[in-house]
């Protein structure tokens, strides 16, 4: 996103409703086994970096290496 | 230290020196015995192969596939050797972290695409996997087997300076116009002015940028104020433009609908039903079905998205995505009945 401010609720349900199909294709395709509100809550956290994205492979790096991150956080 | 001593032990360092160098030029590729040889003598000098080089190249496979376990094959047509199996010399090995990463790029680039942009990489992936422990190779290989999906090589590819006009647009929350030629656009693309907020990609690859449409010419079936996704390799290269005219603070924001639909027993029985939309919820019923309810805004890719499901989806509501399905399937009856 362009700033840091807080979503409105139309922004929120756009920016997951754009990003659900890729990420739960991820989901399935690294067998991450996350369910809906695991995904959302993911692509919330990937969504500046998402911004940014200039393919879909650049795309799945990111929610890759967000999901990594998030697998880190939650083992330590 | 005897003198003999020292000699013995010089030539032993250059043996091993040489077999090294050896390895890691057929690492670069198959090769011919003259190109190895040039290759080593330029690298070593006086101190590489001596006149009878073919007999000493050869006793250097033979210590190479004796000693350290390498296997180095002889493509006889091209005349070629090709470094088949490092053996005990695949020195290379990665964090578990790492070894991810490599399945992720596996499943990212698979083998047969057919992208030529994606040869390189190929090359660069079995180069790195030849690299590395035969028992690591195996986990490697168990991890890719388990990997379906490749990455989307759907689309055109975007226009760079299409892309890059796009972005800056959003960033500083600016109308933007562009040229359109829409999946109904047979002939001429129509000029669009939209409100752009963002830019999405689809497991297919095709890249959407995120619009509230203000004005398009001519006129089409759009309505003013809908959310549009526009795929942004049908955007007209060159066609771009980033107006003056600032975003207003708040979106108008697209009709919102309850979504509700029912999977079948046959793909929900394995309780592993698949979120494809916001605040998706699901029941799973006793006789293996399932409803899955969300909230949508975009119908079109809402039927794109359950239409994968074929006759093992039945949508209940909103009554508008009813109406779209009926058109669909009235347009496949006329094809196939």
């Not at chain 2, 656009?185 to 297919?204: C, K, L, N, S, W």
């Amino acid at each position: 996103m362009p700033d840091q401010k807080p979503l409105t609720q139309p922004e929120r349900q756009r920016l997951l409703e754009g990003w659900l199909p890729l990420a739960q294709e991820a989901n399935i395709q690294y067998g991450w086994a996350l369910d809906a509100p695991a995904l959302e809550a993911m692509i919330l956290q990937a969504a500046p970096a998402l911004a940014q994205a200039h393919s879909s492979f650049e795309a799945r790096a990111i929610l890759w290496v967000t999901y990594q991150l998030q697998q880190h956080e939650h083992d330590r | 230290m005897t003198n003999a001593g020292g000699g013995i032990k010089r030539s032993s360092w250059l043996t091993f020196r040489r077999r090294r160098l050896l390895v890691r030029a057929l690492l670069r590729g198959p090769a011919t015995s003259a190109e190895l040889i040039g290759g080593i003598n330029a690298e070593l000098g006086e101190q590489g192969y001596p006149e009878a080089a073919a007999a000493a190249l050869k006793h250097d496979f033979d210590a190479l596939k004796g000693e350290y376990g390498c296997q180095i094959d002889y493509d006889r047509a091209a005349r070629r050797y090709h470094l088949a199996d490092l053996g005990e010399l695949a020195l290379l090995d990665l964090p578990n972290s790492c070894m991810e990463a490599l399945a992720f790029l596996e499943a990212s680039f698979p083998e047969g695409s057919g992208l030529t942009e994606h040869a390189n990489l190929r090359a660069l992936l079995e180069r790195v996997v030849l690299l590395l422990p035969t028992a690591r190779q195996a986990q490697h290989r168990k991890r890719r087997s388990a990997i379906r999906l490749g990455v989307g090589a759907g689309g055109r590819r975007i226009d760079s300076d299409t892309l890059a006009i796009v972005k800056r647009a959003v960033e500083e929350r600016r109308e933007l116009a562009f040229d359109y030629l829409g999946t109904f656009d047979i002939d001429q693309p129509r000029r669009h002015r939209v409100a752009p907020y963002g830019i999405t990609f689809r497991p297919e690859g095709h890249g959407y940028l995120d619009a509230t449409l203000l004005d398009v010419t001519p006129k089409g079936g759009e309505a003013i104020h809908a959310a549009i996704d526009y795929r942004l390799d049908r955007i007209v290269a060159g066609s771009a433009a980033v107006l003056p005219t600032v975003l207003s603070p708040i979106r108008p924001a697209p009709p919102s609908y309850r979504l509700r639909y029912t999977l079948v027993a046959q793909v929900a029985r394995r309780r592993d039903v698949a979120a494809y939309f916001p605040h998706t919820a699901i029941s799973y019923h006793d006789d293996g079905s399932a409803t899955v309810t969300a909230m949508v805004t975009n119908l079109w890719q809402a039927r794109q998205i359950l239409l994968r499901y074929g006759d093992a989806c039945l949508v209940h509501e909103p009554s508008e995505l009813v109406d779209l399905f009926r058109k669909t399937a009235a347009g496949l009856e006329r094809l196939y009945l």
